[in-house]
């Protein structure tokens, strides 16, 4: 895709930036893999808590209505009362999933989605192929999530309604019971107390690896040495995996445990159609990849004559090396190009440490210190010369809004509680309109963006020749704003920098 879009840009970040700078500090909490949220030693993991939600709340789903899928319905409390979603596993994934919602542009269903991607990517598994645009249920779901003591025939039926063959269903069975097992808490028929002191919650794992993907859940299977509760269960009754792994005569089975690599490739395959089982009428967007050069974090400033200019630029998979050479490039109203020599920042990495990313900030290393430009000036685009090459996505430049921006002149009313926001407003640009947009969730946890107009200036209030000021009174200045305008028919959308700790107003 081609930078910037708000919405994409955000989706690759929480999917790429998986640690180190800049990094999302969620993937800590499926490192190591054994990582567990309420302890160590418990015989549970995150890991596994993440990859059974993201499965239960897609089990909803109805190819023939179109109901139900991955939308996070999970979260409500009506379904997690569910006998077939018994366990704390899904009130654990979504506290976690929270801080992945670092932004308005991801829903609580892409961070469910996200969480999975992560799990298995960070713990063994494949690369996922990840796509964003879930969207958040308003209700809970009909039920269907299987259970362990329902017989094969209700088995395949109700995979089926989820979309899946019978085939497809031992897969993805066995994919997910690479991870985790089944606690004696919630399934004391299926799993005794086990007095295990490095198992406290009693959990009678899948396979001999419960933290990792591999494909012992097959190879043990079929070795006969498993000790997977759902197949050597003393109930055999709840049983399930084994009629489940058995339904072909073993056919799957014996191909997983025959080769690592058509595991991890038919998994991720599974795994990716099971997160984008979506409600009919959501429209996924296409697999995100790493944008090979991203502006990220760009915000820009009205200082009085000043333009300043935040933000970092990722180089995806190029290398470490700090000492290289950045060059941004900017061309501004003028015809004029400006540039600046960029500082190294920091590297993260992602899947694993399979992909490194190195930044450079816009200007000095501390993070904070943004380039000066002059306002009249102002900047249309920027490109980037990396040792060398010019990366300015094929020609398009990397475009830059500068038509309207917080400005400094915003102040407060009555610290800390009322202010005003200042919008500096190109001369020439005249946006239809220019509004803030207040983030904020409604009564069941969904992002909703508000949008409150902010009037046109009576008479002019010019800051500078290039721009004049609009300006809204708001109660509350520590709320979640952004700024809005709409352009030649174009809505844009840009941060402020919160304006606590800005002057009082000249009264
Ligand atoms: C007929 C289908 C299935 C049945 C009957 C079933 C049953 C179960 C049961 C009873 C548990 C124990 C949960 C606990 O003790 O908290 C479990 C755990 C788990 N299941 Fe399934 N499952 C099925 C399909 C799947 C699928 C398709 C996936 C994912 C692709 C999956 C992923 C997991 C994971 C990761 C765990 C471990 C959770 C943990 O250790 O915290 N399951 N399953």
Redesign the pocket.
């Known amino acids: 895709y081609v930078w910037p879009s708000p919405k994409l840009d955000a989706l690759e970040a929480a999917r790429f930036n998986q640690e180190g700078f800049n990094a999302n500090p969620v993937v800590s909490f499926v490192q190591p893999c054994d990582s567990f949220i309420f302890g160590d030693s418990t015989g549970?993991?995150n890991a596994?808590?993440w990859?059974?939600t993201a499965?239960h709340d897609m089990a909803t789903h109805n190819v023939t209505d179109g109901t139900g899928g991955l939308d996070a319905s999970i979260r409500f409390a009506e379904e997690q009362a569910r006998a077939e979603n018994?366990?704390d596993?899904f009130s654990n994934t979504m506290d976690t999933a929270g801080a992945l919602q670092v932004t308005r542009y991801i829903s609580n269903a892409d961070s469910l989605a996200l969480l999975a991607v992560l799990a298995i990517e960070s713990c063994g598994g494949p690369e996922i192929a990840f796509r964003g645009g879930r969207i958040d249920a308003g209700r809970p779901n009909a039920p269907g999530v299987?259970?362990?003591q329902?017989g094969l025939d209700s088995?395949i039926a109700?995979f089926a309604r989820q979309g899946f063959t019978q085939t497809e269903m031992i897969g993805?069975?066995a994919?997910?019971?690479t991870?985790?097992?089944?606690?004696h808490d919630?399934?004391p028929d299926?799993v005794n107390v086990l007095n295990d002191p490095t198992d406290t919650e009693d959990?009678a794992h899948?396979d001999s690896t419960f933290v990792t993907f591999d494909n012992d859940v097959a190879t043990e299977y079929i070795s006969g040495t498993t000790q997977n509760p759902?197949v050597a269960g003393f109930n055999d009754t709840t049983n399930?995996d084994k009629r489940?792994f058995g339904s072909d005569g073993n056919t799957t089975m014996s191909s997983f445990s025959a080769s690592p690599e058509i595991f991890a490739s038919t998994c991720a395959d599974l795994?990716a159609r099971?997160l984008d089982t979506v409600p009919s009428g959501v429209q996924l967007t296409d697999v995100i990849s790493p944008l090979p050069v991203k502006p990220s974090e760009v915000n820009l400033i009205l200082a009085g004559d000043i333009i300043q200019l935040f933000g970092l630029v990722r180089l995806w998979n190029m290398g470490d090396d700090p000492t290289r050479t950045v060059t941004m490039l900017w061309k501004d109203h003028f015809g004029g190009i400006g540039n600046a020599t960029l500082e190294f920042a920091g590297l993260s990495s992602s899947t694993a440490g399979k992909y490194s990313a190195a930044w450079y900030n816009f200007n000095a290393t501390d993070g904070v210190s943004p380039l000066y430009l002059d306002a009249a000036a102002g900047v249309k685009s920027l490109s980037f010369v990396v040792e060398g090459e010019l990366q300015d996505q094929n020609g398009l430049g990397f475009a830059i809004q500068d038509g309207f921006k917080f400005s400094q002149t915003s102040c407060q009313i009555e610290a800390p509680l009322s202010g005003r926001i200042d919008v500096a407003v190109r001369n020439g640009v005249n946006p239809t309109r220019v509004y803030l947009e207040q983030i904020t969730t409604d009564s069941v946890q969904r992002i909703v963006v508000v949008e409150i107009d902010i009037s046109p200036p009576t008479e002019p209030v010019p800051v500078n020749p290039a721009y004049s000021i609009w300006s809204i009174n708001v109660i509350d200045p520590s709320a979640n704003y952004d700024i809005g305008a709409e352009i030649d028919g174009i809505k844009y959308s840009t941060t402020i920098n919160s304006f606590i700790g800005f002057p009082l107003c000249p009264t």
Not at 179 to 183: A, I, S
């Open positions: 549970r993991s596994a808590d990859i059974r499965y018994v366990g596993g299987p259970e362990p329902q088995h109700s993805l069975v994919c997910g019971h991870f985790g097992g089944v606690q919630p399934f299926i959990v899948f759902l399930s489940i795994f099971m």
